[in-house]
Nanobody
Framework: VQLQAFGGGSVQPGGSLSLSCAAS????????MGWFRQAPGKEREFVAG????????VYADSVKGRFTVSKDNAKNAVFLQMNRLKAEDTALYYC???????????????????WGQGTQVTVSS
């Protein structure tokens, strides 16, 4: 399994960015695809995620109502639409995949087997 995240950049507060994650060999329906982020000096934190075979998306409280995670199984891709960005959203964003992950554990980065390289998101005026 290989994951590649892209789409980061710099934006002013209140702006939007869309991240994409291309996932190769993630074909099993029970894969859970997550987005995490890590700001300098902080621990990596869960942002949002969605199971490959459907079901409700999961969001961190800090991004609910602003971020939307979606998927395209035909393209083996996962997306993170980020709206109304804030300075505190500045971080390196990663996509990750875990097989057979139960919903109660999706926030735990250690549960994910596969990680893409990070893509930087900077929100600054």
């Amino acid at each position: 399994v290989q994951l590649q995240a892209f789409g980061g950049g710099s934006v002013q507060p209140g702006g939007s960015l869309s991240l994409s994650c291309a996932a190769s060999k993630v074909t099993s329906s029970n894969f859970f695809m997550g987005w995490f982020r890590q700001a300098p000096g902080k621990e990596r934190e869960f942002v949002a995620g969605i199971r490959r075979n459907g079901g409700s998306a999961v969001y961190a409280d800090s991004v609910k109502g602003r971020f939307t995670v979606s998927k395209d199984n035909a393209k083996n891709a996962v997306f993170l639409q980020m709206n109304r960005l804030k300075a505190e959203d500045t971080a390196l964003y990663y996509c990750a995949a875990a097989q057979g992950l139960i919903m109660g554990l999706v926030h735990e980065s250690g549960r994910y087997n596969y990680w893409g390289q990070g893509t930087q998101v900077t929100v600054s005026s």
